[in-house]
């Protein structure tokens, strides 16, 4: 009998283990697709820009973001992960299908944060994001979820580096 006692709290602690792993690669989802589709929603308002530093810019994260969505998605789904947060039409292709309130794209550029603002806010994005992607890559359990953590983290690093010297010649051309 003591055994068995000893053998279920095993089963016991290992079944809590197995959980908090699937729902820690099942946050890193979540986060990583949140995060990837408000890359491209501000990516679609800057792609609007005068300034074509962020426009080409936008152009790269529209690109390197819509396809890093639509893997993360096939990964996951299959897996009961929800997906929801980057599953609607624009967080998969990068484009929006209208800007919010019907405005046109001049209202959408004028409304749009100045390319220094943008690109700001895209490093310290872009931080975030290398740390979410480093944590996973490092710790999480699911080895499909990690492979792609790893394989996207070179992209996320790339653009930072960009942005970074973006920054630097747009505020230097001001």
Known sequence: ????????????????????????????????????????????????????????????????????????????????????????PSAISGNSPEPAGGANATQVAAQAPNPATYFRTEIAAHKTGIALFRKEASSGHDPQLRSFASSVLPALEKHLKMAQKDLALVNAAH
Not at 6 to 11: G, I, Q, T
């Open 1 to 88: 009998m003591r055994n068995f006692r000893s053998s279920l709290l095993v089963l016991s602690f290992t079944l809590i283990a197995a959980g908090s792993g699937s729902s820690s690669d099942a946050a890193f989802v979540r986060a990583a697709l949140q995060s990837g589709s408000q890359e491209l929603a501000r990516a679609t308002v800057a792609s609007n820009s005068t300034n074509t530093v962020e426009r080409q810019y936008a152009g790269l994260i529209t690109a390197d973001h819509s396809q890093a969505n639509q893997r993360l998605i096939a990964i996951a789904g299959p897996k009961g992960i929800d997906t929801s947060a980057g599953t609607s």
